[in-house]
């Protein structure tokens, strides 16, 4: 529809009717488990029983909060720390591939493209498991032919960054690579003219220009790394990250404090994200 033309009452209703009701489906959900969070009862869901920080804080019997639990604190900084590596080695290599493909010429580049984009389309389940069966022989064949101990390829910590920075680059490759195509090639050129060597244009031009969508695609890396699950339970060993933690609890024992953590996860979530975009706001 042209947006110039004047629209008729039934199509102004129905187009406000869906965006609030798109709204209301989008954000009642975590409306709710973070007033949940502070009900004063021993069951995750309604009634409600009063303003309570037990689930934060409490340390009693027949209640375990958040800050008091060291498991689930543990878990939070498993899944911390993963998130870190995964966002550091996903922006480095990510970056890099977004300037081979914007800026260089080679051959295969469409199929290496395609390749490379392969991680978002293929099921994280699918991704988990092939990465568990392909380190598991990896390591067997080279502690049997060589006597190395590939430790990193067991279920553990690093298999868990391995397996989640395969699709972590794609995602910085996109996000940066978007804000390549912006790029304007002139002020390369200007500088390669005035005698710059090509990796002074890349750190004084191209990448100052590139900084807001590499701290972006850092914080969206990490965001996503931190609530991974399908690839990460086929790879963690003794030590779970949140959310495969949350998974485990949940099977056997919910009580509010699934609640609190949810609470946490959306204000961290939402305090990073409108840090991204301060942050991109400000440099673009």
Known sequence: MIRTLPCSRLYKVGYSLYILLFYIFLIMPLVTICVLAFNDSNFIALPWNGFSLDWFFADTDDRLGLFKDPDLMMSVWTSVETGFFVAMFSTIVGTIAALLFEEERFRFKGLLYFLALAPLVI????????????????????????????????????LVVIGQFSFGATYVMLLVGARLKKFDKVLEEAALSLRATRLEVIRLITLPFLRPAIIGAFVVTFLISFSNFNTTIFLIGSDPTLPVDLYSRIKFSSTPVLNAVSFMIVMFITFSAMISFVLNRKKI
Do not use: C
């Open 123 to 158: 099921p994280g389940v699918v991704l988990g498991i092939s990465i568990l069966l392909t380190s598991t022989y990896t390591g067997t064949y080279m502690e049997e032919t060589f006597g190395w101990d590939m430790e990193f390829l067991s279920p553990g910590f690093w």
